[in-house]
């Protein structure tokens, strides 16, 4: 008796293009939630609410924003690309 294998090929090929999207999306949204929280409080999340935070790192903030889109727009691209969903 021969068993056929449980999770096909395009299964694992949705699940590692999937989660680099997801993490992208993940990376992207959450640094930009954190970026609109402080420009509208002026706390940023994580610090304490006397510290200032530097331009040059809300500055590195949009830059992890820019990558998130980026790997997003690569896995989703990749997802349709290859037919799987």
Do not use: C, D, K
Request: no cysteine; charged share 10%; glycine share 12%.
């Amino acid at each position: 008796m021969r068993m056929e294998p449980v999770v096909g090929e395009n299964s694992w090929l949705f699940l590692i293009v999937g989660t680099f999207a997801a993490v992208g999306a993940a990376m992207a949204l959450g640094t930009l939630a954190a970026l609109v929280r402080y420009h509208r409080t002026g706390i940023f999340p994580g610090a304490e609410a006397a510290a200032e935070v530097s331009s040059r790192r809300v500055t590195a903030l949009w830059i992890r924003v820019g990558v998130g889109v980026v790997l997003t727009i690569i896995g989703v691209v990749a997802i349709v690309q290859t037919g799987i969903f």
